[in-house]
């Protein structure tokens, strides 16, 4: 099972929105309303962030949004802070195994 | 305060085995399903196995299935893994991670993650 595709990279300045992107297939993201997305700080343990595509979990802060369109899965942050900087990875349920990752993106708050 | 505590990683020869533990504590572990989620040092996430609440439902990755064996004992609020011959491309940082539901499948979300435990395989 190939991991869903995201961004390397992505960077953004205090205070602006940055969107990070997570492409699948029909099999996973596209076929599925079972995307989740986590946080994970250097040295730290992820953080679920959204689940269900667009939940947040209590305590998640609503600068973080989620949405899916057709194989497409994207995360919006909103306000961008220092301590937003870390890596991001997303998930989706597939039907060849229960659950697949994205490669992770590293943001960078300029 | 959830706290999920693994054990049991080390240095081990490639085809050897090993056991992973993870003590749960902080909230009714028999009500939520748990999971193993590996994670190469500098790299990304992989889902390594789930098992439902009362064990009913497991579920593997297809890399480690036949290899790996996944077990919990609800009496003692502890999740394992058996990992039976080991190759080198299991060397990663292995977390136990408790599910947001009683169930393995479609909704498995990981809400809370242990500190992980590094395997290393290698001669």
């Known amino acids: 099972q190939s991991a869903l595709t995201q961004p390397a990279s992505v960077s953004g300045s205090p205070g602006q929105s940055i969107t990070i992107s997570c492409t699948g297939t029909t099999s996973d993201v596209g076929g599925y309303d079972y995307v989740s997305w986590y946080q994970q700080h250097p040295g730290k343990a992820p953080k679920l962030i959204i689940y269900h595509v667009s939940k947040r979990p209590s305590g998640v802060s609503n600068r973080f949004s989620a949405f899916k369109s057709g194989n497409t899965a994207s995360l919006t942050i909103s306000g961008l802070q220092t301590e937003d900087e870390a890596d991001y990875y997303c998930?989706?349920?597939?039907?060849?195994?229960?659950?697949?990752f994205g490669g992770g993106t590293k943001l960078t708050v300029l | 305060e959830v706290q999920l505590v693994e054990s049991g990683g080390g240095l081990v020869q490639p085809g050897r085995s090993l056991r992973l533990s993870c003590a749960a504590s902080g909230f009714t572990f028999d009500n939520y399903a748990m999971h193993w989620v590996r994670q190469t040092p500098g790299k990304g996430l992989e889902w390594v196995s789930g098992?439902?609440?009362?064990?009913?439902?497991?579920a593997y990755a297809d890399s480690v299935k036949g290899r790996f064996t996944i077990s919990r004992d609800n009496a003692k609020n502890s999740l394992y893994l058996q990992m039976n011959s080991l190759r080198a491309e299991d060397t990663a940082f292995y977390y136990c991670?408790?599910?947001?539901?009683?169930?393995?499948?479609?909704?498995?979300?990981?809400?809370?993650w242990g500190q992980g435990t590094l395997v290393t395989v290698s001669s």
């Open positions: 998930s989706s349920y597939t039907t060849s195994t229960t659950r697949v």
């Open positions: 098992i439902s609440w009362n064990s009913g439902t497991i």
């Open positions: 991670a408790k599910g947001l539901y009683v169930e393995v499948g479609t909704t498995d979300y990981f809400d809370y």
